[in-house]
């Protein structure tokens, strides 16, 4: 095994190690192609036998790993990762390639978020279209108020609604990963310390557009709101 461990930090539960493997994963602490095994991996994350193997289960899952008789615990090419995990956008924002992952959400976004936006203004109900001027309210709150954390959690809020109001299973199973580019962005302070105001002020008109039924603005508003987010990021705001 490689040097340098991270080991788990409270009492070798199931959550610490697998956050610590595979963050070392997606950090290629652990490169591809390196074969680790349970004892090594119990060693490195002071873990018993039962925590280490729950750990590589779900990094299987995940295409993380690959267990194999005689052959042993092997980390993967990325390729096959799961990359829609939350679990490991988080970790590959705090650990690994994070400027490569952020375009690739932003990206991802450009394509989802528009159109889910257009589809929420013919299809969300008054109580989506209630949550969604919710959510900006106290996006508008703690805009001015500059305290990050509560604003973070209306922000989530108000994509989650709108990925739900657009009546696509597909689009609403992208909630979590939504939500984490928008907790990424914030944890690493890749957030102004007040929020832009123009950023707030195009989450409203989407708001309004839904509730207004007009495809048109919807769609061009939460365009708008993504190009304002990457700009943000590339300028290092």
């Known amino acids: ?45 002071a873990v018993s036998r039962s925590v280490a193997r729950e750990a590589i289960r779900v990094l299987e899952a995940m295409g993380m790993l690959a267990a194999r008789r005689r052959v042993g615990i092997t ?19 705090d650990e690994g390639d ?32 209630k949550a969604l001027a ?12 500059g305290v990050l954390e509560p604003y973070l959690r209306a922000d989530q809020t108000f994509h989650r609604v709108l990925l739900e109001a657009s009546g696509n299973e597909m689009f609403a199973a992208l909630v979590d990963v939504v939500a984490e580019v928008l907790s990424g962005r914030t944890q690493h302070g ?9 950023a707030v002020a195009l989450h409203d008109d989407v708001a309004r557009a839904v509730r207004l039924g007009d495809v048109a603005l919807a769609q061009a508003s939460m365009t708008s709101i993504i190009d304002e987010a990457a700009d943000a990021l590339a300028s290092g705001r």
């Open 134 to 145: 919710g959510a900006v309210s106290d996006m508008q709150v703690h805009a001015r108020t």
């Open 1 to 45: 095994m490689s040097p340098s461990p991270r080991p788990a930090t409270s009492g070798g539960r199931h959550a610490d190690v697998l956050d610590a493997l595979g963050g070392d994963i997606a950090a290629a602490r652990l490169a591809e192609g390196e074969v680790l095994t349970v004892e090594g991996i119990c060693a490195r994350y």
């Open 190 to 198: 890749m957030m102004p310390a007040r929020p832009n105001p123009e």
């Open 98 to 129: 994070r400027a490569d992952q952020l375009l690739s959400l932003s990206e991802l976004r450009r394509g989802v978020e528009p159109a889910a936006a257009a589809l929420a203004a013919a299809r969300a109900d008054a109580e989506q279209c």
């Open 75 to 93: 980390v993967q090419p990325r390729a096959g990762w799961s990359v829609f995990d939350p679990r490991l956008i988080r970790w590959r924002l």
